[in-house]
């Protein structure tokens, strides 16, 4: 079984869900509304071809000409690309997302996970990555990644998309946090789409919109084939009508995105600031939702810390599925200014307890691949 | 591209869907108020494990003791089943819902259609069926079936689960139209399903409770390796909330489906009786909440009369995709009695002006297997 954020049903009595990357402004008003108006759609099969949904993502995105892959959640979209990429190899970067790794191998292909992070977890070194991934792979990298919070600008990706491109490599680009970072729009790598035959990128609405239980990713590709290809492999009527309603009208809900944009600009900094007084963790910087964190004082790991906070109805992410991690790392999602201040206030009051010492620096790198084959 | 019904999105002003075999009370209004109640919830993952969901089935089945497979529609869990099945070699009796044969392509089994029908589609030879099929299979039955309403009881259905048993074959018994038969829950195989190893049934919510924009199908087996097989290979959080909210409360809504009852008995006999009177129709009995045709008019069929009718705003469901039927051969959905009455006035119109030409009747088998493989 493979472990994600979100348990908070294995749990009793959760004030506090910081497991899950989700935006805490919560559902759109402007869906509620479309809902309750348009609940008897529910009543009819939804458009086999999408068509309203796909051009409201096109307008929200600004661009069209490209194909889009519409799936029950981004994991069904990852999951169709690996299984009907033409090749047998997928790399990435880890510590990532799980579903990569899973995807590959229960469609019975090589999965590679290249260490390449630097041992602070704030750089990759992208020449090994590149030496170490063969001809006529698939590439996968979550940007900003999950859980490092590590963004690749486009520069580097365009690079990176070019010599792949050479070694006939293709190229998945996971943006399901993109909107979160400081400079979005600029910082998606969709406007160099168009240069890049090799490129695909993945999108949810999930996260930014703060509607995890709603289930709608999708993916963009000028790669005909690859599109033809899962069109053909995935169910009838894949995506159901309240995430239809939901594309149909969070994606213009422009009151919701500002006020999302200047949440997080004002809390990952706080957030980011007011950890980093806590001597016995250090703070990972990040350019989404989340900050990875090491706990550096003895005889504590995520574990212990888990069970501690649990009872002050705090959940974190513990590093499960998250090779290499040790169990000294977590996740905490950035909250809204309330549950912030309430884990700030458990965590002074944790590491107060058990005492200080100083962190540690290293920015050597890990240089490493592991292979799994099925 | 396969085709299903429910394809109002190709046709601009659609009053009367009779393609969607769907029951036209709409929405329920507990289900409506539930998620009104819960919409917040949305900013949630579901519960991975759907708990709640699990129970409330097992509460609306009387049953417990069973491993439930949850699909974002029935058809997901009709791939999963097939796909996972240990065996490459899938049979079902034609003409059907085509999923099962494009789940088996799609998984690279080889698929036989099994055309042993009379040639008034109101009786099936099983003896020729459970010769065709070879040891070690996956056996898909739709019951009643989809599109000719056919229904196999649970003493047919027994012998046909213990002969298929000695051949070490699996039997997959579709029940997505069940509660639309006349003797339900007693028409369900479930009850048998403690001494019938080989047994997995599918049901889904889409139909009886007019909901197919929500996506719930659901498979019950007692086949634990099955069931741990389908579990690894889903994707998480593949229900979406909206379908979790529907399924812990329109399960128990007595008033919908008692409602619904009523409705179908009544006006499917009302609506075979009035159909029978058209006598350039053959009407085909059904125990499902649908109406199999025939069209015994010289120089019409279904395609010519689906374009007539698109202009009067109704919509019906041609053959397509329903190998072997010819032509000649279109489905009706049993809708409310306004809708069903628009239909007999349009379908008296259309064959009073072509003239009528006498039935004819011809209860001979056809026997045949068609194989494919991809």
Chains 1, 2 share one sequence.
């Not at 709608?216 to 009527?237: A, C, F, H, M, N």
């Not at 458990?346 to 920015?363: C, H, I, P, W, Y």
């Amino acid at each position: 079984m493979n472990f994600h954020g979100g348990n908070i049903y294995d749990y009793k009595n959760i004030k506090y869900d910081f497991s899950s990357n989700i935006n805490p402004l919560g559902v759109p008003e402007s869906f509620k509304n479309a809902l309750y108006n348009n609940i008897d759609m529910l009543s009819k099969y939804p458009d086999r071809e999408y068509r309203e949904l796909i051009k409201s993502l096109e307008r929200y995105l600004g661009m069209s000409g490209f194909k889009i892959i519409l799936g029950n959640g981004a994991v069904e979209v990852i999951h169709e690309i690996i299984s009907l990429s033409e090749f047998d190899r997928v790399y990435t970067i880890v510590p990532t997302f799980s579903e990569y790794k899973r995807g590959a191998l229960l469609s019975n292909k090589e999965f590679h996970g290249v260490e390449c992070y630097n041992q602070d977890y704030t750089g990759v070194d992208i020449e090994y990555l590149l030496n170490e991934v063969r001809e006529n792979s698939l590439v996968i990298l979550c940007n900003p990644n999950n859980p490092t919070g590590y963004y690749i600008n486009n520069e580097e990706m365009k690079e990176i998309s070019e010599k792949l491109n050479k070694k006939n490599c293709d190229l998945l680009i996971d943006e399901a946090f993109i909107e979160f970072t400081p400079d979005y729009p600029n910082s998606s790598f969709l406007s160099n789409l168009c240069h890049c035959p090799n490129v695909t990128i993945i999108r949810a609405i999930t996260k930014f919109f703060g509607m995890p239980g709603i289930r709608l990713g999708y993916g963009i590709t000028g790669d005909l084939g690859l599109w033809e290809r899962v069109r053909q492999s995935q169910d009838p009527w894949n995506i159901n009508t309240a995430a239809v309603i939901a594309g149909c009208t969070v994606l213009e809900d422009m009151e919701y995105i500002e006020k999302s944009r200047k949440w997080i600009e004002e809390e990952r900094a706080d957030f980011y600031n007011n950890l980093s007084k806590i001597k016995d963790l250090k703070v990972i910087p990040s350019a989404a939702n989340y900050h990875l964190l090491k706990i550096v004082k003895k005889g504590m790991d995520a574990f212990n810390l888990r069970d501690i906070l649990i009872n002050e109805g705090i959940l974190i992410r513990v590093p499960t599925g998250f090779y290499p991690l040790t169990r000294g790392y977590f996740r905490l999602a950035v909250l809204d200014d309330k549950s912030n201040t309430a884990i700030l206030k458990a965590l002074n009051f944790v590491f107060r307890m058990v005492g200080n010492e100083s962190q540690s620096k290293n920015t050597g790198f890990h240089r490493r691949t592991y292979t799994r084959k099925n």
